[in-house]
């Protein structure tokens, strides 16, 4: 089972990363994408990383601020998350696809879905 984990409350300004795991199971040969949602918003796309880890693709709003990262061996993907911004409060959640040509931004390529975590920024 998917799960998102790291959010918190943080300042504007501030930092974290948050980790994308499968119960202990591996993330090899999967595109894994990040996704948000606030309250009564549709969800839209954050970042994605492809399943050979060379294609990472980013919203223009995180673009320069945000990098995604998988670590195979620590069967995880990452999303580290700079100078947050309080338009970057929403839950955040993780999904996978084993599309072997993703377009990684489209939410219907994906198969799998995680709990999200709630990430916060405010002052």
């Known amino acids: 089972q998917l799960q998102a984990s790291g959010g918190g409350l943080m300042q504007p300004g501030g930092s974290l990363t948050l980790s994308c795991s499968n119960s202990?199971?591996?993330?090899?040969?999967?595109?894994v994408g990040w996704f948000r949602h606030s309250d009564g918003d549709e969800r839209d796309f954050v970042a994605a990383?492809?399943?050979?880890?060379?294609?990472?693709l980013y919203s223009d709003s995180v673009k320069g601020r945000f990098t995604i990262s998988r670590d195979n061996a620590k069967k995880a993907v990452y999303l580290q998350m700079l100078s947050l911004k309080p338009e970057d409060t929403a839950v955040y959640c993780c999904?996978?696809?084993?599309?072997?040509?993703?377009?990684?931004?489209?939410?219907?390529?994906?198969?799998?879905w995680g709990q999200g975590t709630q990430v916060t920024v405010s002052s």
């Open positions: 202990g199971r591996s993330l090899n040969g999967y595109n």
């Open positions: 999904a996978t696809s084993r599309e072997r040509n993703p377009i990684l931004s489209e939410g219907y390529e994906y198969e799998s």
């Open positions: 990383i492809s399943w050979t880890g060379y294609k990472k």
